[in-house]
């Protein structure tokens, strides 16, 4: 009895170490048995993080971006072509107005601002009114060229009398020839009437609705755009008095058109005889983005005093309005040309886990991949390996690409 109660006492105690180990308990085992099974269990665990991280790495260095997200973030996508890459000098230039394509607008008549419909950031187009000004002056040069043209006609018809008199040997010739001088002398005022309404902005159609308008309506002189652009200046407010042919009369509003503008180059001395006119011109932004490019339109003949330098002139056209005026910025200016080698703009290159690299689209984003650079000019670099021409690559927002891509690192605790 006493032995069967001991054998009960150990299958209990078997049992209740079975269930502890079942349940995660620490279970017993032989040195070496444990020790190797260790060592097996880090290794397959080391296998899977390095797995872990390879995957993490692979999904890092892809920049994950729809069509429509890389469109609104100004992503650009080209093809990898060749092009000559010569020698070129690097200038200071600055961005101006197309003096042909800029208007300041002053008031043909004197009055007061009634109404503005233009200000400051409009676009509008050629004959736009930009203000309405009521302008006694213009109210009174309208009467005296309608009373004019009323004197004109009685001395018409007062010619043709005398005329018929005469013929009829009613009248003296003396008459008709008073009738006649009379005549001329009328349409002569008439004509110069007209010529002050024209010189404050009537036309020959508004003309032929002064007699019939509406009470005040003369006084009424609308100030037009006479090129289309973009309002960039309104030096005028509701209710205030403006003067017409005055030295001194400020401009009320100033257009100009952006569409195509200039790039005004300070070229040193020692690089005048360097530059010549028709030379390939990259304009790039402080960051190396590449802006335009075309050609040397001329060099001005003179020195500035000051700068001791030339002006070499560029005409850009600036459809998107990406170049603005007063902006600086670097003028690559072609000196000589070399044998046509895959290039792209040197903006596309960017320094990936230190290696330079262009990024390429892939399905569902971006990734970079290395390159091997060459020769650098003109705004241009060249790749001497990574990329083969016709592949497609980001020419534009390169640099927003990194970003994200670091800032994805960043967030991950990896390194790149």
């Known amino acids: 009895m006493k032995h069967l109660l001991l054998l009960q006492t150990a299958l209990i105690a078997s049992a209740l170490l079975l269930s502890a180990c079942g349940d995660g308990g620490v279970k017993q085992s032989n040195p070496a048995t444990s020790d190797a099974s260790s060592q097996q269990a880090d290794n397959h665990t080391g296998d899977g993080d390095s797995h872990g991280d390879e995957h993490g790495d692979e999904e890092q260095d892809v920049v994950k971006l729809s069509d429509e997200a890389a469109r609104e973030a100004g992503i650009i996508v080209s093809r990898a072509e060749l092009g000559a890459l010569g020698k070129s000098v690097s200038l200071p230039?600055?961005?101006?107005?197309?003096?042909?394509?800029?208007?300041?607008?002053?008031?043909?008549?004197?009055?007061?601002?009634?109404?503005?419909?233009?200000?400051?950031?409009?676009?509008?187009?050629?004959?736009?009114?930009?203000?309405?000004?009521?302008?006694?002056?213009?109210?009174?040069?309208?009467?005296?060229?309608?009373?004019?043209?009323?004197?004109?006609?009685?001395?018409?018809?007062?010619?043709?009398?005398?005329?018929?008199?005469f013929a009829e040997k009613i009248t003296a010739e003396a008459d008709v020839q008073a009738a006649r001088a009379n005549f001329e002398a009328v349409n002569a005022a008439k004509d110069a009437a007209e010529n002050e309404l024209h010189a404050a902005g009537v036309s020959d159609a508004a003309l032929e609705r002064v007699a019939t308008a509406d009470d005040g309506d003369n006084s009424n002189s609308y100030l037009s755009a006479p090129i289309g652009g973009t309002v960039v200046r309104r030096g005028v407010t509701l209710g205030e008095t403006v003067s017409a042919g005055d030295a001194g009369s400020a401009t009320l509003f100033t257009i100009a058109d952006d569409s195509v503008v200039w790039a005004d180059i300070g070229v040193y001395k020692q690089d005048l005889s360097r530059i010549k006119k028709q030379a390939v011109v990259v304009i790039r932004s402080d960051d190396g983005t590449i802006l335009a490019e075309s050609n040397v339109a001329f060099i001005l003949p003179i020195i500035n005093e000051t700068s001791r330098t030339a002006t070499a002139r560029v005409i850009l056209k600036n459809p998107d309005g990406n170049l603005r005026p007063g902006q600086f910025v670097t003028a690559d200016i072609s000196v000589g040309q070399s044998q046509p080698v895959l290039r792209v703009p040197l903006s596309s290159v960017q320094t990936v886990e230190n290696k330079a690299s262009v990024f390429v689209p892939i399905e569902g984003g971006f990734e970079p991949r290395s390159v091997t650079l060459g020769t650098e000019s003109g705004g241009y670099v060249e790749i001497r390996s990574g990329l083969r021409a016709g592949d497609s690559f980001v020419s534009g927002g390169a640099f927003t690409l990194k970003a994200q891509l670091e800032k994805a690192a960043f967030g991950d605790g990896h390194g790149h």
């Open 93 to 165: 230039a600055e961005i101006r107005f197309d003096a042909d394509r800029i208007a300041n607008i002053s008031p043909r008549v004197s009055g007061i601002i009634a109404k503005l419909y233009a200000s400051e950031g409009d676009v509008v187009k050629r004959g736009d009114t930009l203000a309405l000004i009521s302008s006694r002056e213009l109210a009174g040069l309208k009467a005296v060229w309608l009373k004019a043209q009323t004197q004109a006609s009685l001395a018409a018809t007062a010619l043709a009398r005398e005329e018929k008199l």
